[in-house]
């Protein structure tokens, strides 16, 4: 028995000390860099005052996130996203409208025609018989005046030289004008009540 304990203590005395694992810190230097590079970064983050820096961001400013501002006058209005959101449902998105319910802008010699009949017809709509391209209709078109003078300028300069449409574009001046002058409340009767004021000197 004694001799056993004694072989396995002789045996000990003869080994190397077990290998132990021990904490290898980063070295100080590569600590001091990184420390460096991170102060570096966020001194030069408030440094260079980047907030609300549009340059440095996809280059819409405040404003432009806090939605639709009302046109104001002399501002460029897209007459193309006027006519997707206030026209299209009726007329289509080709301006060919709907045969017998709404007709065509693409094509059409009132879209063409005389500027102010085409700004009355926006400001105050039709209710009644009217010929257009050959074709008769009897619908109802609403009133836009609740739209801005640039607006209805935008959206009429664009269906008058979108598609086939080849008709010279209109000024927020002109709705401007025939808002102020008109006294009508009501929709034009149809296209003779329309015919009528084109004719009718200003
Ligand atoms: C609710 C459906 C509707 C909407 C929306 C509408 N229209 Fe019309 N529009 C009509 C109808 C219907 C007529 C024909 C009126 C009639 O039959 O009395 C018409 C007629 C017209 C005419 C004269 C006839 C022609 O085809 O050239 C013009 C110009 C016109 N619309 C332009 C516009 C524009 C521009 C817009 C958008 C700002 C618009 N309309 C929005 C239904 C609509």
Same mark, same amino acid.
């Given at each position: 028995?004694?001799?056993?304990?004694?072989?396995?203590?002789?045996?000990?005395?003869?080994?190397?000390?077990?290998?132990?694992?021990?904490?290898?810190?980063?070295?100080?230097?590569?600590?001091?860099?990184?420390?460096?590079?991170?102060?570096?970064?966020?001194?030069?983050?408030?440094?260079?005052?980047?907030?609300?820096?549009?340059?440095?961001?996809?280059?819409?400013?405040?404003?432009?996130?806090?939605?639709?501002?009302?046109?104001?006058?002399?501002?460029?209005?897209?007459?193309?996203?006027?006519?997707?959101?206030?026209?299209?449902?009726?007329?289509?998105?080709?301006? =060919?409208?709907?045969?017998?319910?709404?007709?065509?802008?693409?094509?059409?010699? %009132?879209?063409?025609?005389?500027?102010?009949?085409?700004?009355?017809?926006?400001?105050?709509?039709?209710?009644?018989?009217?010929?257009?391209?050959?074709?008769?209709?009897?619908?109802?078109?609403?009133?836009?005046?609740?739209?801005?003078?640039?607006?209805?300028?935008?959206?009429?300069?664009?269906?008058?030289?979108? %598609?086939?449409?080849?008709?010279?574009?209109?000024?927020?001046?002109?709705?401007?004008?025939?808002?102020?002058?008109?006294?009508?409340?009501?929709?034009?009767?149809?296209?003779?009540?329309?015919?009528?004021?084109?004719? =009718?000197?200003?």
């Amino acid at each position: 028995m004694t001799s056993e304990i004694d072989t396995s203590h002789q045996a000990q005395e003869r080994e190397n000390a077990e290998p132990e694992e021990r904490i290898r810190p980063v070295p100080l230097a590569a600590a001091a860099i990184t420390l460096a590079m991170v102060l570096f970064g966020v001194v030069y983050i408030f440094i260079s005052e980047p907030f609300g820096n549009v340059g440095l961001g996809d280059r819409r400013t405040v404003a432009d996130l806090s939605g639709p501002v009302p046109a104001a006058a002399g501002t460029a209005v897209d007459g193309k996203a006027v006519f997707a959101a206030q026209c299209a449902a009726c007329h289509q998105a080709t301006g =060919k409208g709907l045969p017998g319910v709404f007709p065509p802008l693409d094509g059409s010699e %009132w879209v063409q025609g005389d500027a102010r009949t085409v700004a009355n017809i926006l400001l105050h709509g039709i209710n009644g018989k009217i010929s257009v391209a050959g074709a008769e209709y009897s619908g109802a078109m609403p009133s836009f005046q609740q739209l801005s003078d640039a607006e209805l300028a935008a959206v009429a300069s664009h269906v008058r030289s979108t %598609w086939s449409n080849k008709a010279p574009a209109l000024s927020a001046t002109l709705f401007e004008q025939e808002r102020k002058t008109s006294t009508r409340t009501t929709p034009f009767e149809g296209g003779a009540a329309l015919q009528a004021l084109a004719a =009718k000197p200003d």
